[in-house]
């Protein structure tokens, strides 16, 4: 009894430290007062921040930008970690492999600056060398966007792989599939999810990254949290507020959607392996 | 083609085909051994396993090389802002300078130093305090029924989902002297004066537990998740009190969880430098912060250089811990 409460305890105090915050930054987003923590009771609420925002060219366009690169990054990134994936999983012992797993599970943890200092060099570098990536922009920020963001989709799908047997693919190769065959219609079907919320993180990762893009962009490159950052240096402004608000809201709708989304294919297979094992 | 014996079969097929004469002036001028191996041995499997790791390899482990390759090099004004390791001396002569000076300037210059070891102290507190807090939390999750499980687990994940960067700008509201935490304490009477939070060390503990919370409390939830519970049981019909169980059953086990959520923490927050350069002091910098001005400000690549491979130095430890927990996780679930 006494553990529940601690665990209850432990939950609310948890959940309030994370909430309270956005909750806070919603609320002051339909303040009427520019002091973005000082409550204007007579005139809020308002939307006016809201008008500024939609409004402010420098921001919508930076947002558009962050989009197309979060996109991008996020189907490239998708494709080689699943890859990767596949391959530590599923491929046994090979040269290299120790290499492969190394290079997957150190940019979890890789400090940001360093990576992006090392990315720019390699950049500049390889421009002095063979002349290629001309100057930095949108191609050089997906580029090291897909590869810290490549490391967290092999994670998802190694581990999502690990947990099934390969007992389906090798029933599937004795039948005589050959093996990429094998892959689209047995294993792919199998990580699909796995793949799903790897896009969905690689999008979110790229989205949020600051410190790497302001190393590899060049200038008219500038992502939204490069722009955010640079207007949070000169002060705080409540139409940032109303942008969190906005993205908080996406966020939400989104996870909730797509995790009920998630929960429907999992009953539906789950059906499926039912009527499967009764021999219908 | 008749210096091409090692390979007929491949170079009757290119040599029948429209470019045949072009393969076959080709073979005779270089026979292309490497391409002529990658086409005939290379299967599916080996293109598979080749495309994301030559990918890592170009993008991940090369640019560290340049790094270090950078931080033996000489500053100086041009673009880019470093003299060439090898020079032509004239005469055939490759003149390789080495220069040390970075390193020697790292050392003697107490800046880097001082800001190195408050990293370090920085990002073990965070860790520390991410653990305090995340311990109870992944802990409850588990021991939750499985429908408030979902739900919790997405309420952690969730603020992560949202922009990191305006989770920090949402700290900045509330710690400013006349933010939301002063204004309520002085409308309930408890101070008279705001307390200064912004630009202290308790600023920048809260923006990196704030930020970096789900990535203690997920992979400790892994773990307690998948505890026998009978061990527990086992230790309550043996006598033991709850406490006694937690501290010779649970904690022990859970052990793995806890040194990787505390590494998932612990190296980033090191090279932190988004929430110090907005929460943090101005006296007392961070070392991500001190490479970043470095290099943005004083433009001078090779120190920045050299701090970064300092950095790398210290972390490649607790990395490679990391990474052993890690890939020994995704195995033993096979």
Not at chain 1, 210 to 223: H, N, R, W
Not at chain 2, 190 to 203: E, L, N, R
Not at chain 2, 271 to 288: K, T
Not at chain 2, 303 to 326: E, N, T
Request: proline share 6%.
């Amino acid at each position: 009894m006494r553990s529940r409460v601690v665990s209850a305890l432990a939950l609310v105090t948890g959940f309030a430290f994370l909430y309270i915050p956005i909750l806070s930054m919603v609320v002051f987003s339909f303040n009427n007062s520019r002091l973005v923590t000082v409550w204007d009771a007579q005139n809020s609420p308002t939307l006016k921040w809201y008008h500024a925002l939609f409004s402010n060219e420098q921001i919508l366009d930076a947002a558009w930008l962050s989009i197309k690169i979060a996109a991008m990054t996020a189907s490239i990134a998708v494709v080689l970690g699943t890859l990767a994936g596949l391959v530590l999983a599923r491929f046994g012992p090979f040269r290299g492999r120790t290499l492969l797993s190394g290079m997957t599970t150190a940019p979890l943890v890789m400090p940001d600056v360093i990576t992006g200092l090392s990315m720019l060099l390699l950049f500049i570098s390889m421009e002095q060398l063979i002349g290629w990536p001309k100057g930095r922009g949108v191609l050089t920020i997906t580029i090291a966007h897909v590869t810290f963001a490549m490391a967290y989709v092999t994670v998802i799908v190694q581990s999502q792989l690990a947990g099934f047997d390969d007992s389906l693919e090798e029933a599937a190769m004795d039948l005589g599939a050959r093996p990429a065959k094998v892959f689209f219609r047995i294993t792919l079907p199998l990580i699909l999810p796995a793949i799903a919320s790897g896009w969905l993180l690689a999008f979110t990762l790229s989205w949020d990254d600051l410190v790497i893009s302001q190393f590899v962009a060049g200038p008219g490159s500038s992502t939204l949290p490069m722009v955010i950052f640079s207007k949070m240096r000169l002060g705080v402004s409540p139409d940032v507020n109303a942008l969190a608000t906005i993205l908080v809201f996406i966020v939400a709708m989104g996870v909730v959607g797509g995790s009920l989304w998630m929960r429907r294919l999992e009953k539906q297979r789950a059906r499926e392996s039912q009527l499967a094992a009764s021999g219908l | 083609m008749s210096n091409n014996r090692h390979y007929p079969a491949l170079s009757a097929r290119l040599s029948s085909g429209r470019l045949g004469p072009l393969w076959a002036l080709l073979f005779r001028i270089a026979p292309p051994r490497w391409s002529e191996y990658v086409l005939t041995h290379w299967t599916g499997k080996k293109l598979v396993i080749a495309m994301p790791w030559l990918w890592l390899l170009l993008f991940f482990l090369v640019p560290f090389l340049i790094v270090f390759k950078i931080s033996f090099s000489e500053a100086r004004i041009a673009m880019p802002p470093y003299a060439p390791l090898l020079e032509w001396a004239g005469n055939q002569v490759v003149a390789i300078k080495l220069n040390f000076g970075n390193y020697a300037f790292l050392l003697t210059d107490d800046l880097y130093f001082t800001s190195y070891i408050y990293s370090v102290r920085v990002a073990a507190i965070s860790a520390f305090l991410c653990l305090l807090i995340g311990y109870p939390m992944a802990y409850a999750i588990a021991r939750a029924t499985p429908t408030w499980r979902s739900v919790f687990l997405l309420l952690v994940i969730l603020p992560f989902w949202t922009s990191f960067l305006l989770r920090v700008y949402a700290w900045i509201g509330l710690l400013k002297s006349n933010g939301v935490i002063n204004n309520v304490l002085m409308a309930l009477g408890v101070i008279d004066a705001p307390i200064t939070m912004m630009q202290t060390d308790f600023a920048v503990y809260i923006g990196i537990v704030y930020s970096y919370l789900p990535f203690m409390i997920l992979p400790l939830y892994a773990n307690l998740e998948k505890h026998d519970l009978t061990l527990v049981e086992a230790a309550a019909d043996l006598g033991a009190r709850p406490l006694t169980t937690f501290l010779r059953v649970t904690l022990p086990l859970s052990l793995p969880g806890i040194v990787a959520g505390v590494l998932l923490v612990f190296i980033p927050a090191v090279g932190e430098y988004v929430i110090p350069s907005l929460l943090g002091r101005a006296d007392q910098l961070m070392i991500g912060r001190v490479l970043a001005d470095e290099f943005f400000s004083n433009r001078d690549w090779p120190v920045a250089s050299a701090v970064a491979i300092f950095m790398l130095i210290l972390l490649v430890v607790p990395i490679m811990v990391f990474q052993r927990i890690q890939s020994r996780e995704l195995e033993a679930r096979r």
